[in-house]
């Protein structure tokens, strides 16, 4: 199958480095790194784009117009952190960039015209439509029409930490490329201009579907403050997110899920199917059909059937990243998972199902680019796992339970009528799981630390062992390492004190220790920073069950890098807490390489340790339901598989480091920042299910190559 997509214009990508570049926009001297609040990280140096351009010896003719431009952004900038910036999570600075007239685009010749629009977003608040945010200035419009119309190559490149109206590409017919750089870190300039350059061929693809209009996302019109209604928050839209919904309610994205372009062309052939049992392995021939070596994903996407059930026109099943490709190369690559993983949760009956019918299996490189690659039958329906209904909605707020209009992919009749066929043994799929709960004689004791406890629990269970342990046992955490007793026995042991203590850290105004955790609370510009271990971390573990040997646990809030005060004083030291500020989640998911978040993991890990934190407060699990949710740069996709599979490996890859760990956070419906403290979340079961997220399995590999921009082009 080639790649159909839409070409870098008139080949403007990528620009030879000994071009004259005009550079113009806010973001080129004002680059944002990520976002800010929790997922923000205080570094020593963040390089621009107008510094990374610079450094890799572009010709960046509009020098002197920046310059005099950003005196007056640092003096803006200067009153905004003196003012509103001193209020907590109140958001990086944003500048208006002013309209460029006609004299500044005359006396800058240049071979290629560069536009920059950043945008930030953070914790504590949300995103909005208005211009400036997720709308285009009327200034921002009038400068990238007229810079496209003057220069005879023109980019826009995209500093933004989820997506934006992009009308303006076809505003500006003149217009080239756009590139989405995302917020890349603190050496962001760097990549940006090895991207441009060409010294890295861009391989990144979409984990968001990028709407025409931001009225086409389902969520539009009761997100958040939309409706005037911040304290209730009803996910009517079910499983209907993203490209689920794009595709089965047949609505044109401008950017679909999955897309991206490279600097040379791919072509692939699925060579085999296999199905055995529940498990689908695929094998895809990938080769390089341009003249530049690069990378491509391999996409498979999965139709289930119509029936009783709510369904999606198709599903991300599996993904495989190829290596570095030279031209005319060619490499297999295998992608395989499980049919159970893609069954569809029946409400009335509290159980996943694959309901009979045809699967479509589809490979490409987008969920719009696809072809069919074979179909699978299943002659009845199956029970894949039953589960039970606890706490459900009163009320399921879900209102798009599917669609008759769906989108039809083009040669689909003709591609059907020729794809393999491959029948599914349906006893294979079948939950073979006893869920029945029974008590016998023969049961694990469960441990309680005093008779009234167990008397109440003889009572409920007759035949299950109890067992009493003595709290004055002396037992400590290091017996249950050395498997002296259980864990339950451990904890059986801790007075209801200890056990409050556990629960509640260190911040305790019965001890010095604990007032200091309190000081550093409000005192180190970090809420939540209440460690005294390692000063402005975001908390610890109590220091008072020593004696039982349970260790001070230190965590810092992620999942960009860690974060720590600029700087912190112990016992009259002054300590200086930089740290490597990584890409946002969602640019670090746009690789579809799951062994460069591996290798991300193991880097932190390292600086974990040499700052002595021990929870990474990452990584962020939040589906993308909107894209105006302030914290969705921490965050992966809005597919679950995806998010799953980037969360495993940053997890693994972090557990290289032995005692170094991850608390993964915000499994669901923290998608809104808007009174987030407050608000509730009424959210049917079916959608539920669909945030369970995917299984990686090892070996991983870390690869010597760079985390690579993504490229979006006309």
């Given at each position: ?10 080949a403007s990508l990528p620009i030879s480095k000994n071009s004259r570049i005009a550079l113009f926009g806010s973001g080129s001297y004002g680059t944002y790194k990520g976002g800010s609040g929790s997922g923000d990280v205080n570094v020593s140096h963040v390089t621009s784009i107008l510094e990374g351009l610079k450094n890799a010896n572009y010709n960046v003719v509009t ?595 032995p005692g170094i760990g991850v608390a993964v956070k915000h499994f669901a419906a923290n998608s809104q920042e808007s009174n987030r403290m407050g608000m509730n979340a009424s959210i049917g079961e079916q959608a539920c299910g669909k945030f369970t997220c995917g299984v990686l399995k090892l070996p991983l590999k870390a690869p010597n190559h760079n985390l690579s921009c ?5």
């Amino acid at each position: 199958m080639q790649n159909n997509a839409q070409q870098n214009g008139a080949a403007s990508l990528p620009i030879s480095k000994n071009s004259r570049i005009a550079l113009f926009g806010s973001g080129s001297y004002g680059t944002y790194k990520g976002g800010s609040g929790s997922g923000d990280v205080n570094v020593s140096h963040v390089t621009s784009i107008l510094e990374g351009l610079k450094n890799a010896n572009y010709n960046v003719v509009t020098s002197s117009y920046l310059s005099a431009q950003q005196a007056d952004y640092n003096n803006q900038a200067a009153w905004y952190k003196a003012t509103a910036g001193l209020i907590p999570f109140s958001g990086n600075f944003q500048y208006q960039d002013p309209l460029i007239n006609d004299l500044t685009f005359l006396t800058n010749s240049a071979d290629t015209g560069i536009y920059v629009i950043s945008r930030s977003s953070g914790e504590g608040y949300d995103r909005t439509t208005k211009a400036g945010d997720y709308q285009l200035t009327s200034n921002e419009m009038n400068n990238i029409i007229n810079m496209s119309n003057h220069y005879k190559n023109s980019v826009v490149l995209l500093n933004v930490g989820g997506p934006i109206d992009t009308s303006f590409v076809t505003q500006a017919p003149n217009l080239k490329s756009v590139v989405l750089v995302s917020q890349g870190g603190q050496n962001v300039g760097t990549a940006v201009a090895n991207i441009l350059s060409g010294a890295v061929n861009p391989s990144g693809h979409l984990t968001d579907t990028w709407a025409k209009s931001y009225s086409d996302y389902p969520t539009s019109g009761t997100f958040a403050n939309n409706d005037g209604n911040t304290n209730n928050e009803n996910y009517a839209e079910g499983i209907y997110v993203g490209y689920r919904y794009f595709d089965s309610y047949n609505i044109a994205p401008r950017y679909p899920f999955g897309f991206g372009l490279t600097y040379t062309k791919f072509a692939m052939d699925t060579t085999s199917v296999n199905v055995d049992k529940d498990i689908v392995s695929m094998n895809v021939n990938v080769t390089n059909t341009g003249k530049t070596a690069g990378r491509q994903t391999v996409q498979v996407y999965l139709s289930s059937p119509k029936g009783a059930i709510p369904t999606a026109f198709q599903d991300l099943a599996g993904f495989a990243k190829t290596g570095q490709l030279a031209p005319g190369a060619s490499q297999n690559v295998k992608i395989e998972f499980s049919l159970k993983n893609l069954a569809a949760y029946d409400v009335a009956s509290a159980a996943y199902k694959l309901q009979a019918g045809d699967y479509i299996l589809r490979v490409g490189d987008s969920s719009r680019n696809t072809a069919v690659a074979g179909v699978l039958n299943l002659d009845k329906t199956v029970i894949t796992n039953q589960l039970a209904n606890e706490g459900a909605p009163t009320v399921d707020p879900t209102t798009l339970k599917g669609s008759d209009n769906m989108y039809t992919p083009d040669n689909q009749a003709a591609q059907l009528s020729t794809a393999p066929q491959f029948t599914v043994d349906a006893n294979s799929l079948q939950d073979l799981n006893n869920h029945a709960s029974t008590y016998s004689g023969e049961s694990t004791p469960i441990y309680v630390n005093n008779d009234q406890s167990a008397a109440d629990l003889r009572a409920k269970a007759p035949n299950q062992k109890i067992e009493v342990v003595d709290p004055s046992n002396n037992a400590t955490l290091k017996d249950v390492y050395d498997k002296k007793i259980s864990m339950n026995q451990f904890v059986a042991g801790l007075t209801t004190t200890e056990l409050a203590r556990i629960v509640e850290g260190n911040v305790d105004f019965a001890t010095q220790a604990g007032l200091e955790a309190f000081v550093n609370q409000i005192g180190l510009g970090v809420i939540g920073g209440a460690a005294t271990k390692v000063p402005g971390a975001a908390g610890q573990t109590t220091d008072r069950l020593l004696n039982k040997k349970v260790p001070i646990i230190v965590s810092s809030d992620g999942p960009a890098g860690l974060r720590l005060p600029k700087k912190s004083t112990v016992n009259g030291v002054d300590y200086y807490n930089n740290a490597t500020a990584w890409p946002i989640g969602t640019l670090v998911a746009q690789t579809w390489d799951v062994n460069d978040i591996y290798s991300m993991g193991q880097g932190t890990a390292k600086e974990m340790k040499d700052f002595g934190i021990t929870t990474w407060l990452t990584p962020g699990m939040n589906i993308h339901r909107d894209p105006l949710n302030g914290r969705n740069f921490e965050y992966f996709s809005e597919d679950p598989l995806v998010s799953g599979l980037m969360a495993t490996a940053e997890t693994r890859g972090v557990q290289t480091t032995p005692g170094i760990g991850v608390a993964v956070k915000h499994f669901a419906a923290n998608s809104q920042e808007s009174n987030r403290m407050g608000m509730n979340a009424s959210i049917g079961e079916q959608a539920c299910g669909k945030f369970t997220c995917g299984v990686l399995k090892l070996p991983l590999k870390a690869p010597n190559h760079n985390l690579s921009c993504l490229l979006i082009t006309r």
